[in-house]
T-cell receptor, first 114, second 112 residues
Framework: SQQGEEDPQALSIQEGENATMNCSYK?????LQWYRQNSGRGLVHLIL?????REKHSGRLRVTLDTSKKSSSLLITASRAADTASYFC??????????????FGQGTTLQVKP | NAGVTQTPKFQVLKTGQSMTLQCAQD?????MSWYRQDPGMGLRLIHY?????ITDQGEVPNGYNVSRSTTEDFPLRLLSAAPSQTSVYFC????WGVGTQYFGPGTRLTVL
């Protein structure tokens, strides 16, 4: 079964606006990761946040993690047309950090209009 | 480094045929995984390996076999293809102690 549920499933914004995507998961985790997938391409890792971290930044990306609510959010600030892609959260469960097993959510499709 | 490579990029099979999807990585990663991606389903883990000679099942292993004879290669075998196996298949690898997974470009498989 899917570990992560993402919300919204689709998001359409204007260039320059901020985009926020949310991810909820079911079991305790070791870390949570966000990936981007451009149409027809493989997934590209964006950011990893460990279970003992609450917030992490990378360029225009800001990720938060609330383990009490089993949820995470990805904020893309000052969006660009090139940010148009699908975004996936993926979790590594407790005890699986050394197996490479990631459980993915269904993804949020982001469209940034120029 | 080429990273994670997958062949072929596209494949059409008839029901009952068998084939092997190839995956190779040149980063000396211990961990390799196979996922399938279906519309609206995200990625689901098929099989994974924590090193040469060691493999285990993921969420949806039925109909697929894997082996890991070398660190570099992790082929996925479809024994008797079924239309339900029509999907995009991604291979990924990860190094020891690092969470980031590196994905290949994918193989788009259609089973008629």
């Amino acid at each position: 079964s899917q570990q992560g549920e993402e919300d919204p499933q689709a998001l359409s914004i204007q260039e320059g606006e901020n985009a926020t995507m949310n991810c909820s998961y079911k079991t305790s985790i070791n870390n949570l990761q966000w990936y981007r997938q451009n149409s027809g391409r493989g997934l590209v890792h964006l950011i990893l946040i460990r279970s003992n971290e609450r917030e992490k930044h990378s360029g225009r990306l800001r990720v938060t993690l609330d383990t009490s609510k089993k949820s995470s959010s990805l904020l893309i600030t000052a969006s660009r047309a090139a940010d148009t892609a699908s975004y996936f959260c993926a979790t590594a469960r407790d005890g699986s950090s050394n197996t490479g097993k990631l459980i993915f959510g269904q993804g949020t499709t982001l469209q940034v209009k120029p | 480094n080429a990273g994670v490579t997958q062949t072929p990029k596209f494949q059409v099979l008839k029901t009952g045929q068998s084939m092997t999807l190839q995956c190779a990585q040149d980063m000396n990663h211990e961990y390799m995984s196979w996922y399938r991606q279906d519309p609206g389903m995200g990625l689901r883990l098929i099989h994974y390996s924590v090193g040469a000679g060691i493999t285990d099942q993921g969420e949806v292993p039925n109909g697929y076999n894997v082996s890991r004879s070398t660190t570099e290669d992790f082929p996925l075998r479809l024994l008797s293809a079924a239309p339900s196996q029509t999907s995009v298949y991604f291979c990924a690898s990860r190094g020891w102690g690092v969470g980031t997974q590196y994905f290949g470009p994918g193989t788009r498989l259609t089973v008629l």
